[in-house]
């Protein structure tokens, strides 16, 4: 069985930064798809970043050039690495896995971005 696990969240000023990070557990993930969406109160849940390999990442657009997305196989973990954030980043953030064709989400982590 599938499973993910989030740490990292918490409460920075803005300017600040935090390193969110998920654990995966169930099956080898060395090629899939994985990253992080994220939930604002009263929003829809949306794309932060994907990660494929090294190689292959994308961004939305509102965290290009302040988050990064990185993995370690060995240890099928995720990694996003928020700097420069800002309120708007507040949300509940959620590790993604696509993997053989299903969906599989982390129980998310709350990340608070004060002014």
């Known amino acids: 069985q599938v499973q993910l696990v989030e740490s990292g969240g918490g409460l920075v000023q803005a300017g600040g930064s935090l390193r969110l990070s998920c654990a995966a557990s169930?099956?080898?993930?060395?090629?899939?798809?994985m990253g992080w969406y994220r939930q604002a109160p009263g929003k829809q849940r949306e794309l932060v970043a994907h990660i494929i390999s090294d190689s292959y990442t994308n961004y939305a657009d509102s965290v290009k050039g302040r988050f990064t997305v990185s993995r370690d196989n060995a240890k099928n973990t995720v990694y996003l690495q928020m700097n420069s954030l800002k309120p708007e980043d507040t949300a509940v953030y959620y590790c993604h896995l696509f993997l053989t064709g299903y969906d599989y989400w982390g129980q998310g982590t709350q990340v608070t971005v004060s002014t």
């Open positions: 169930g099956s080898s993930f060395s090629s899939s798809f």
